[in-house]
């Protein structure tokens, strides 16, 4: 005995989503059918909306249901710094930290000659030919720190290293590896304290001059 | 700097499910808008068909799309047993074990005066109408073994407990509390063991009976 045709097809499609197995999706089936119906029928409207209304902006590939991001298309973001990384999540998480005023462009992946993922479905001329056209100056590899992101990250510069852009002053940077922040040395992997050691940094000690005067 | 519109508001209505944070539900709108927008759409039929197709049974009250569900409409059930739980999940929890034929009474929830949910609001007075009714011999109460749901099944007992049904040879009976399978003594609450003790039952010796001879 099964659940009728209705409930079995929304748990079903419930099943499609990353990290959702069968208990999970009844769940989820159960909750909107019991107790919250109007939320099931927004979330219907919502994801209508969003599969035909979300597009990618023109410029940065990132998921836009404009042609121009927001960020693309904001005035006081500092055009000539891009940042490039992998997915929209990646965007949104730099975003929350506030630090960064430049904009962006998506790879959504990374190369996997495996998978059929090669340069062209990155979009990387796309992204060569803008730094050409347009007055970039700086360009920050922030793929993932895996195998495939420092990859791609690699492969990136490799196609910026042109005796034009070079004339022209272009700087091509990766984010720094390391401790992260509250992590504790003792429990950090051999390959990211390798990073985090031969990343260092040296410290302005401009406010201890007249000591060791 | 947030999402664009659309995808802000997928994300919120994800958020309303049971157990999905914001982490969660921006993962399922960029699982669907970056690789699965076939199953974004599919979902969005399901939900939407479920929300408004998907009623209760007239008899049993479960989740149904038709007036009678496939249990309360099916020729080979005996309808002569009533197994009263509390959600539609509960029913088919009881279904997977394959190892009852009868039919089924969901209270949709449990005794509860403080969120106001009384006797009416789980159709107590229709299951003891329908009891009265049909010739109902046994009621298996199978509520949680929650204080709610405990409280509930005692309330419908004692609603049970009429001189016309007790002289018609009506059993009312509760599902047994103790020891899982597969469970550890040293590990289960005294509350359990304590019901798994005074519920013990008689093992037959009829095999053995030549050895004690």
């Not at 710094?81 to 998480?93: G, Q, S």
């Not at 030919?129 to 720190?145: G, S």
Request: net charge negative; proline share 4%.
């Amino acid at each position: 005995m099964n659940y009728s045709p209705l409930i079995q097809q929304l748990i079903d499609a419930f099943k499609r989503l990353p990290g959702v197995g069968n208990k999970s999706a009844q769940r989820m089936v159960l909750h909107f059918l019991e107790r919250d119906r109007e939320g099931g029928r927004r979330l219907a409207a919502a994801l209508a909306a969003a599969m035909d209304g979300v597009g990618q902006c023109c410029v940065c590939r990132t998921l836009s249901e404009t042609e121009h991001c927001g960020i693309c298309s904001h005035p006081a973001r500092d055009h000539g710094t891009v940042c490039v990384v992998e997915t929209p999540a990646d965007v949104f998480a730099v975003e929350q930290t506030a630090a960064y005023r430049g904009r962006y462009f998506v790879l959504m992946g990374h190369l996997s000659p495996i998978d059929g993922i090669g340069p062209a479905a990155l979009g990387i001329d796309v992204l060569v030919q803008q730094v050409q056209n347009i007055a970039v100056h700086e360009v920050i590899l922030a793929t993932n720190p895996t195998v495939e992101g420092e990859a791609t990250a690699w492969y990136i510069a490799e196609q910026l290293n042109r005796p034009e852009l070079v004339e022209r002053g272009l700087k091509v940077s990766r984010i720094a590896h390391g401790v992260p922040m509250g992590g504790e040395l003792e429990y950090i992997d051999g390959s990211t304290l390798m990073h985090s050691l031969s990343g260092r940094q040296l410290l302005s000690l401009a406010g201890k001059t007249d000591n060791t005067a």
